[in-house]
Antibody, heavy 127, light 110 residues
Framework: EVQLLESGGGLVHPGGSLRLSCAAS????????MNWVRQAPGKGLEWVSL????????YYAASVAGRFTVSRDNSKDTLYLQMTSLRAEDTALYYC????????????????????WGPGTLVTVSS | QSALTQPASVSGSPGQSITISCTGT?????????VSWYQHHPGRVPKLIIY???KRPSGVSNRFSGSKSGNTASLTISGLQAEDEADYYC??????????FGTGTKVTVL
């Protein structure tokens, strides 16, 4: 059974930093791309970041590019999101989200949708 | 990328069919057959219900169906049930900026 469990959220002052973690289990972690998606209070979902299985390719929404860094430790089946220069508008529930995909003939491919979500960790940016 | 446009709310009576639209541009919805839909009950995690525009994951009811015309994707829920009351989000691959979600639609079962 796929399980994703985020941690590291909390209250931080504007301009501060925070690192989120996501512990994954129930699948071969390094075979799959992973994402962070957030939901501000009373608002909709916003895609934040993507990292491919090897960790060498990363992508960001314009709203966080240059401030957030996504990484992964495949030896620990863990995804990270380092957030710096935090702003009030970064206040949200942050979800760790597994990319759908499949492996064939020793090569793994990513599909362009998300098949499993963690319960989320709340980040509040306030003075 | 601006969020894809969805109606804020849609309602229907049990047994009826409803359709939720998701309007984008030729750079996202219209340019790729890569729209997915997610059902989100408050307090629970979002659930994938449609991917690649029209495909249903195993275990998802066949009452959910997806379609696309031009720059607008649609999700239809037929035989509306009380358990379908939730928020629904579309999401599209966008090429260089990767993914964009819709604004979300609250479905109410009357």
């Amino acid at each position: 059974e796929v399980q994703l469990l985020e941690s590291g959220g909390g209250l931080v002052h504007p301009g501060g930093s925070l690192r989120l973690s996501c512990a994954a289990s129930g699948f071969t972690f390094n075979n799959y791309a992973m994402n962070w998606v957030r939901q501000a209070p009373g608002k909709g979902l916003e895609w934040v970041s993507l990292i491919y299985g090897t960790g060498t390719s990363t992508y960001y929404a314009a709203s966080v590019a240059g401030r957030f860094t996504v990484s992964r430790d495949n030896s620990k089946d863990t995804l990270y999101l380092q957030m710096t220069s935090l702003r009030a508008e970064d206040t949200a529930l942050y979800y760790c989200v597994k990319h759908a995909g499949y492996c064939s003939g020793g090569t793994c491919y990513s599909n362009d949708h998300f098949d499993f979500w963690g319960p989320g960790t709340l980040v509040t940016v306030s003075s | 990328q601006s969020a894809l446009t969805q109606p804020a709310s849609v309602s229907g009576s049990p047994g009826q069919s409803i359709t939720i639209s998701c309007t984008g541009t030729s750079s996202n919805v219209g340019g790729y057959n890569l729209v997915s839909w997610y059902q989100h009950h408050p307090g629970r995690v979002p659930k994938l219900i449609i991917y690649e525009g029209t495909k249903r994951p195993s275990g998802v009811s066949n009452r959910f169906s997806g379609s696309k015309s031009g720059n607008t994707a649609s999700l239809t829920i037929s035989g509306l049930q009380a358990e379908d009351e939730a928020d629904y989000y579309c999401c599209s691959y966008t090429g260089s900026t990767y993914y964009v979600f819709g604004t979300g639609t609250k479905v109410t079962v009357l």
